[in-house]
């Protein structure tokens, strides 16, 4: 094996960086936002009738090509079919990992400040107060633009580490922590005066929302976001997995860890913002755990500290989501171009820093950048709509197309029960790899194309 490449140490430690990789922004930040803009207990529905349907089976499937392949996604192809073209699945996926990061590491930045505001209790008083704070904090341009290179550099600096000592043991002890918390917090929301209204919303879905197209394809970008599929991040990391490891078990528990983390930041969200007066969830938008949890932690005995540890292990579960981010596009520079670790580090780095700019000032800096016009969208949120519901479903598309029709289910399944391992259901999987996931993708963005032209 080639020095620069590592391995997992246990398997833990790939459990808990695949679940550290997933468990992150997406599941606390992002899907509450999505239940509110998607209208409540029907997206939940129809994200969790993705995860199990589309989404559990690509995570098999890219774990799968990462171990067999050893190398990072782009490589990867290039290594189960020689002279074919499928390694634009993989380029695909590194410049996905690169847009995403771009304007993951600005509200990652944002966490950040947040440990700040609420130890020192900056962020306090009327509802209005804390919104009014929060926008003219994003607005700031020095500051975002600073914490968004603070991240990336924190970032670089745990991948310069390697495999095993920078990226596993940075997982371990966080993500017992933050479930803890939240459930804590959970507990808490759960007894606010009108948290009964928020579950409601939570858990009682409106049937006619069911069957509109942009909530399925909004609920299948974020189970592909909160889940690090579509863009070979699971491919990466298998490719550090040892061939004694069992791929179905691991893969359960990073999909059941991810989606628990995520449905517990509904049970906080729903019911401690349902408990202020004319709370809209739809209009939380970007800022809605920013805006609603300050005044949760102002309901607790010793909130700032509540308030501080949350954004403290927001911000650890935020760094093990960019780390993976990060190691695709790295991985691939050394893999497929021969680059040190290093220099693949430091230029991929800049490369984001760059790019991620524009979303940094797009939270009311810049005006033309917060709202484009013609678009009634800024540019944050449109970086987070063209990978997350696009690029992402598109690379789980062709990552199940290449395993159910062009490597063979029957290799595929070599190499999940690889020295006698245990795989649940192979025949159910080879159905869902091979027509359910592409025919489900397929039919989402078509409709939702339609729909945006008409
Ligand atoms: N899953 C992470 C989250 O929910 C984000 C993330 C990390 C990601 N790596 C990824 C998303 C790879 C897509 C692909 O916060």
């Known amino acids: 094996m080639v020095t620069e490449r590592g391995a997992w140490g246990s398997r833990a430690g790939f459990i808990l960086a695949a679940a550290g990789s997933a468990v992150g922004l997406g599941n606390i930040w992002g899907f509450p936002t999505q239940v509110g803009q998607g209208g409540g207990a029907a997206f939940v529905v129809v994200y969790l009738a993705c995860v199990a349907l589309i989404c559990a089976p ?11 392949a050893q190398k990072d996604p782009v490589t990867a192809f290039r290594v189960i079919r020689p002279g074919s073209a499928w390694w634009l699945t993989g380029l695909l996926g590194v410049m996905a990992g690169v847009g995403i990061l771009s304007f993951y590491s600005v509200i990652a930045g944002w966490t950040i400040a947040y440990v700040w505001f609420t130890a020192t209790g900056a962020v306090s008083g009327s509802q209005e107060a804390i919104g009014g704070f929060f926008g003219s904090f994003v607005g700031n341009a020095p500051l975002t633009i600073g914490l968004t290179v603070l991240v990336l550099g924190v970032t670089a600096g745990i991948i310069l580490g390697g495999v095993r000592g920078g990226i596993e043991r940075a997982t371990t002890v966080l993500m017992p922590a933050l479930l803890i918390l939240l459930i804590v917090l959970a507990i808490r929301a759960a007894t606010l005066p009108g948290a009964d209204a928020g579950l409601a919303y939570y858990l009682r879905p409106d049937l006619s929302r069911l069957w509109d197209i942009r909530v399925f394809n909004a609920a299948l970008g974020q189970a592909f976001f909160s889940l690090s599929l579509g863009m ?27 989606t628990s983390v995520a449905l517990l930041a509904g049970f906080i ?8 007066a004319g709370f809209d969830p739809a209009t939380g938008g970007v800022g809605l755990i920013f805006t609603v949890l300050p005044r949760l932690f102002a309901t607790l005995p010793g909130g700032e500290l509540f308030g501080a540890a949350f954004f403290i ?18 991985a691939h520079l050394i893999d497929g171009h021969g680059w040190s670790r290093r220099s693949a580090v430091l230029a991929i780095t800049a490369l984001t820093a760059v790019l991620a700019i524009p979303s940094a ?60 391992a245990w795989f649940p259901a192979p025949r159910l999987w080879g159905v869902l790899i091979r027509y359910v996931c592409p025919a489900a993708i397929l039919l989402i963005i078509f409709f939702t194309i339609r729909d945006l032209a008409g």
């Open 313 to 330: 292990l927001l911000t650890m579960a935020a760094l093990t989501s960019t780390i993976s981010l990060l190691e695709v596009p790295v």
């Open 232 to 258: 070979g991040a699971m491919i990466t990391y298998g490719s550090y997995l040892s061939r004694r490891e069992v791929i179905g078990v691991a893969a359960m528990w990073v999909v059941a860890l991810d």
């Open 58 to 68: 690509i995570m098999i499937a890219e774990i799968a090509i990462g171990r067999r």
């Open 361 to 420: 000032l797009a939270n009311g800096a810049v005006a033309g950048l917060s709202s484009i016009p013609g678009l009634g969208m800024g540019f944050l949120d449109l970086m987070a709509t063209v990978w997350n519901n696009f690029a992402l479903p598109v690379g789980g598309l062709l990552i199940a197309l290449f395993v159910g029709h062009v490597w063979r289910l029957d290799q595929a399944l070599e190499e999940l029960r690889a020295e006698g």
């Open 269 to 276: 969200i729903f019911p401690a913002g349902f408990s202020i």
